[in-house]
């Protein structure tokens, strides 16, 4: 009984396997890393804690008086936020909308400068607090 096309596609697919692995076989042969000697394994660590074949001593000098330690500072600009005025109670208390993230922000009149009324715009700065933020400093903008 004749073969089919897909049994003969199968035969040729294997056949075509078998010699790139015996391919591959010869090239770790001929290509054997076994047996270097200890420089060209050690692998070192640079100033910015990237890996690097190159050793220290090769490297070029870096000005430690440039390189900033610790967090960037805090611009007065990004401490203040801006946002409005969206829910106030009679009871002293309510709600800023920022302008940038969307979100609600608790304040309540005590941190106030001046009065303040719903659908004022104001600036303020947010502090961590047991509920959540909540927003202090609070001036209108004009």
């Known amino acids: 009984m004749a073969d ?6 199968n035969f040729k ?19 054997n890393n076994k047996g270097k000697g200890l420089e060209d394994m050690l692998t070192y660590v640079d100033e910015f804690g990237r890996l690097t074949s190159t050793p220290p001593e090769e490297r ?4 430690l008086d440039e390189i900033q330690l610790g967090a960037a500072p805090i611009l007065e600009e990004e401490i203040r936020k ?3 005025i969206t829910f106030y109670s009679e ?22 400068k001046e009065p ?3 659908g004022n715009k104001v600036s303020f700065e947010k502090e961590k607090s047991v509920k959540g933020f909540s927003a202090v400093n609070i001036e209108l903008v004009k």
């Open 4 to 9: 089919s096309s897909s049994k003969k596609e």
């Open 13 to 31: 697919k294997k056949i075509q396997k078998q010699k790139e692995k015996a391919i591959r076989r010869e090239d770790r042969k001929s290509n």
């Open 116 to 118: 303040v009324k719903k």
């Open 82 to 84: 801006s946002g409005i």
């Open 91 to 112: 009871k002293g208390y309510g709600f800023i909308t920022e302008n940038k993230t969307k979100e609600n922000v608790f304040f309540h009149n005590n941190n106030c």
């Open 60 to 63: 070029m000098e870096v000005n």
